[in-house]
T-cell receptor, first 117, second 115 residues
C-alpha cells in the first residue's frame, strides 16, 4: 500500500536559518504530492503541491520538487521566520484510474517546527 | 469564496453515546472526505463521498458512518463512543475535474472528547 515517511522531529531553528524537512514515499501508480501545514488549534492548510515528476511546488518561500527517481518530496525554505512555527505534513494522493474509484490522502507523521527569534 | 466549515468545533460526550459531526464544503465542491487525527495514529482516512455516494472507505469499524446530501454537505456519525474515539475530526472538500487533479482543502476540525 501507499506510505509516506517524514524526517523525525521536532526541528528547532533560529530565525533566518535554512529549513529542510525530508519526505519520501511509496506508492503504486503516479501520485500527486502535497505539503500541508497545521498551526495550533487549527485544521490543515495546503502549503504546496506537485502533480507529476520533476514538478516544483512553491508558496510563501517554501519549495518542494517531485523526484520520482528517489521517491522524495523534500520541503525547503531559505530563511525561516518565527511565524513558520507549526507542524508540517507531507501527503500523497493516489487516485485510481476509474472516475468512481475515489481518492484518499496518505499522510506522513508530521514534523513539528519551532523557530526561535 | 468561503472555506470548509465544520460544526460544532468542540464536543464532549461520554462512552456509549453517539455523535454527529457536520461539514459544509467549499461552494461548488462535490467531494467531501473525512479524516481522524490523534497523537498516536496521526492522520487517518475515514471515508470520501461524491455526489451522495461513498466512493472510498478507510479501515475503521462500522460504528463510523457518513452521508452526503444533495447540496454536498456531509455528516459523519460515530455510534457507541469509546474513549479511543477522542480525536480531531477533519473534513476536506475538493472539486473533481478529472483524474489526478484533486486538491483537498480542509476545515478547522471538530475536537471530540469522550469521557
Amino acid at each position: 500500500g501507499n506510505s509516506v515517511t517524514q524526517m523525525e522531529g521536532p526541528v528547532t531553528l533560529s530565525e533566518e536559518a535554512f529549513l529542510t524537512i525530508n519526505c519520501t514515499y511509496t506508492a503504486t501508480g503516479y501520485p500527486s504530492l502535497f505539503w500541508y501545514v497545521q498551526y495550533p488549534g487549527e485544521g490543515l492548510q495546503l502549503l504546496l503541491k506537485a502533480t507529476k515528476a520533476d514538478d516544483k511546488g512553491s508558496n510563501k518561500g517554501f519549495e518542494a520538487t517531485y523526484r520520482k527517481e528517489t521517491t522524495s518530496f523534500h520541503l525547503e525554505k531559505g530563511s525561516v521566520q518565527v511565524s513558520d512555527s507549526a507542524v508540517y505534513f507531507c501527503a500523497l494522493s493516489d487516485r485510481g484510474e476509474k472516475e468512481t474509484s475515489g481518492s484518499r490522502l496518505t499522510f506522513g507523521e508530521g514534523t513539528q517546527l519551532t523557530v526561535n527569534p | 469564496k468561503a472555506g470548509v466549515t465544520q460544526t460544532p468545533r468542540y464536543l464532549i460526550k461520554t462512552r456509549g453515546q453517539q455523535v454527529t459531526l457536520s461539514c459544509s464544503p467549499i461552494s461548488g465542491h462535490r467531494s467531501v472526505s473525512w479524516y481522524q487525527q490523534t497523537p498516536g495514529q496521526g492522520l487517518q482516512f475515514l471515508f470520501e463521498y461524491f455526489s451522495e455516494t461513498q466512493r472510498n472507505k478507510g479501515n475503521f469499524p462500522g460504528r463510523f458512518s457518513g452521508r452526503q446530501f444533495s447540496n454536498s454537505r456531509s455528516e459523519m456519525n460515530v455510534s457507541t463512543l469509546e474513549l479511543g474515539d477522542s480525536a480531531l475530526y477533519l473534513c476536506a472538500s475538493s472539486s473533481y475535474r478529472g483524474i489526478g487533479t484533486d486538491t483537498q482543502y480542509f476545515g478547522p476540525g471538530t475536537r471530540l472528547t469522550v469521557l
